[in-house]
């Protein structure tokens, strides 16, 4: 899909006309799943990227129920922790131009960590301990980890892992990268039961300023999971100094460590091919974290 500013003054004057005299602005991204624009100071417009431009009513439908849970999550989040987080507004209906429902939410300010790099920032990994602990207090109110995302088991991925081993193997130390997914994929499921997770600690959707962890954003999948996915984090946004003090703060085991480091391996195995040449940030964010875990004493 895609979709322009004067489009999207369109659809907000005919379905929002009280923020009609508002500012339309796209806002540069590299995220892969919306486009984002801003309506004034306050609102942001996102906009799903993914479906044809002629969906049908059902597929229609089944976006705007999954928009519909983003909204849910987003509102089930909101004050949970001391770090911003967007707060759902409107959903907007298909319009001329655009055949999809798409969200308004609050805008938060500040410097995605794609521009505003927090590796090696101790005060950051600080910072995120305290935030997936935050999370995890949030409570799953006795829902469970279900579908075919990340945070259930390891082995259930394996066929997309090695598809994507497959694909890169022009790109990477594929031979090493597969003996170590063969050791990952048979890690057990911990015995611990799942806490509520962001699910999606990317540079990308988390804000930084001076070094420290300042919001959170894409918060729309926060729900239930095995603890260890939230350790993803740790492996896209730390190096090893500042990513110790998280293991640290958060009182990982070794077999909770090893998941953790095994779901930012099986992320990034599906960055560095996919997005080599559409999105070379995102191809780049997958190929830093792989480097990251090769470097680890304990592979």
């Known amino acids: 899909m895609s979709i322009d500013v004067a489009t999207v003054r369109k659809l907000v004057r005919t379905q929002f006309p009280e923020w009609a005299h508002l500012d339309v602005r796209q806002v540069p991204s590299h995220g892969t799943v919306n486009a984002i624009f801003r309506i004034g100071d306050g609102l942001t417009a996102r906009f799903p990227l993914t479906g044809g431009n002629n969906p049908s009513p059902a597929e229609i439908q089944e976006i705007r129920i999954g928009l519909q849970s983003e909204v849910y999550a987003s509102k089930r989040l909101l004050g949970r922790t001391r770090f911003a987080t967007p707060a759902p507004v409107a959903l907007g209906e298909p319009g001329p131009g655009f055949a999809l429902p798409w969200t308004v939410q609050t805008w938060l300010p500040g410097t995605v960590a794609t521009d505003a ?152 195995m599906g960055l560095v091919w996919f997005y080599e040449h559409t999105n070379p940030v995102m191809s780049g964010i997958g190929r830093r974290t792989l480097d990251r875990i090769l470097a680890d004493p304990a592979v």
């Open 117 to 268: 790099d927090p590796g090696d920032s101790v005060e950051f990994a600080h910072d995120l301990v305290e935030l997936i602990t935050e999370l995890r207090a949030a409570g799953t109110e006795g829902d469970t980890f279900h579908g075919p995302g990340r945070g259930g088991v390891l082995a259930d991925h394996d066929a997309g892992v090695q598809a994507n081993l497959t694909a890169s193997e022009r790109l990477l130390r594929v031979p090493k990268l597969r003996t170590l997914w063969d050791a990952m994929r048979e890690l057990p499921r911990g015995s611990d039961p799942d806490v509520m997770t962001h699910s999606d600690l990317m540079p990308g959707n988390v804000l930084v300023t001076e070094g420290r962890l300042d919001g959170v954003l894409d918060v729309g999948g926060f729900g239930p999971a095995e603890p260890a996915l939230e350790l993803i984090g740790a492996w896209h946004l730390l190096e090893a100094g500042p990513r110790k003090i998280v293991r640290e703060g958060l009182n990982c085991d070794d077999a909770e460590w090893a998941r953790g480091q095994a779901w930012a391996f099986e992320q990034s």
